[in-house]
């Protein structure tokens, strides 16, 4: 089941900057995972059963990857779903400077609900802090968290920092920093564009790739796009036109690129 949820990602190697102010050396366009309902829906089916095990009375994803995934299970479960909608703070800087927000209509109508917080995928996780954070200020208690792809290991810190279940179909590496730590950065890589170059099925010939270390033979062997140094070379910032994906941020209100 992992291999073929990963088949249906595209993505590509480089230097981008995360929705939540981190650096990774990859990108993948979550959009994809949504282009075809009837091999995704397996995947949601098996993410619902998991989750129904921790006994929640609504589901909520942030826009936009999490909340068609909250509809789904909502679906799927019975229960009623509900939507983060993305806010930036403009001149935020820093880690985690974008807000999720439940619209002040659904604000009530959680209060006091075991909910359970559940996105297409998660990395950093600015996305489901920040519903997290906004649920908690809603009166809901969230007891859970899911997500069809987990990159790296900071969703279990979170969720464990926060007393969550969580659950996931699909566990990946993922190499991640802070800016002041970015080994790219220090290498004089810039930043660039996902529209620099085709996104591909960099997982087609071999999922088990990237579980390897980023510097692994795997790895590299995996790698479809390379990305030449230069310590002079300009840093060059993503469009308004790009899709959305991890590993990548888009100024665009309402249009979350990476978690």
Same mark, same amino acid.
């Given at each position: 089941?992992?291999?073929?949820?990963?088949?249906?990602?595209?993505?590509?190697?480089?230097?981008?900057?995360?929705?939540?102010?981190?650096?990774?050396?990859?990108?993948?366009?979550?959009?994809?995972?949504?282009?075809?309902?009837?091999?995704?829906?397996?995947?949601?089916?098996?993410?619902?059963?998991?989750?129904?095990?921790?006994?929640?009375?609504?589901?909520?994803?942030?826009?936009?990857?999490?909340?068609? $995934?909250?509809?789904?299970?909502?679906?799927? $479960?019975? $229960?009623?779903?509900?939507?983060?909608?993305?806010?930036?703070?403009?001149?935020?800087?820093?880690?985690?400077?974008?807000?999720?927000?439940?619209?002040?209509?659904?604000?009530?109508?959680?209060?006091?609900?075991?909910?359970?917080?559940?996105?297409?995928?998660?990395?950093?996780?600015?996305?489901?802090?920040?519903?997290?954070?906004?649920?908690?200020?809603?009166?809901?208690?969230?007891?859970?968290?899911?997500?069809? $792809?987990?990159?790296?290991?900071?969703?279990?810190?979170?969720?464990?920092?926060?007393?969550?279940?969580?659950?996931?179909?699909?566990?990946?590496?993922?190499?991640?920093?802070?800016?002041?730590?970015?080994?790219?950065?220090?290498?004089?890589?810039?930043?660039?564009?996902?529209?620099?170059?085709?996104?591909?099925?960099?997982?087609?010939?071999?999922p088990e790739?990237?579980?390897?270390?980023?510097?692994?033979?795997?790895?590299?062997?995996?790698?479809l796009v390379?990305?030449?140094?230069?310590?002079?070379?300009?840093?060059?910032?993503?469009?308004?036109?790009?899709?959305?994906?991890?590993?990548?941020?888009?100024?665009?209100?309402?249009?979350?690129?990476?978690?």
């Amino acid at each position: 089941m992992r291999n073929d949820l990963l088949k249906l990602l595209a993505g590509r190697r480089g230097h981008f900057r995360m929705e939540s102010g981190c650096h990774s050396d990859q990108w993948f366009n979550l959009d994809r995972l949504f282009d075809d309902q009837a091999r995704l829906q397996p995947f949601v089916d098996e993410l619902a059963r998991r989750l129904a095990a921790h006994r929640f009375e609504a589901v909520v994803g942030p826009m936009t990857g999490g909340a068609k $995934l909250a509809d789904l299970i909502g679906a799927k $479960l019975g $229960l009623t779903s509900f939507h983060t909608g993305r806010h930036e703070t403009p001149g935020a800087t820093g880690l985690f400077p974008v807000r999720y927000v439940v619209p002040a209509a659904q604000r009530e109508n959680l209060r006091g609900k075991r909910v359970a917080i559940v996105d297409d995928a998660i990395s950093a996780g600015s996305a489901v802090k920040g519903t997290h954070t906004d649920l908690l200020a809603c009166g809901a208690r969230p007891v859970a968290c899911g997500a069809l $792809l987990i990159f790296g290991d900071r969703a279990d810190a979170f969720a464990t920092e926060n007393n969550l279940k969580l659950e996931a179909i699909a566990r990946m590496s993922f190499g991640m920093w802070k800016p002041g730590d970015c080994p790219l950065c220090k290498a004089g890589v810039p930043i660039e564009q996902v529209s620099d170059a085709p996104q591909v099925n960099i997982l087609g010939a071999s999922p088990e790739a990237f579980d390897q270390d980023s510097s692994g033979p795997a790895f590299v062997g995996a790698t479809l796009v390379a990305t030449v140094a230069c310590k002079h070379a300009p840093t060059t910032r993503p469009s308004r036109s790009q899709p959305r994906g991890i590993g990548l941020t888009v100024n665009k209100p309402n249009f979350r690129s990476s978690i």
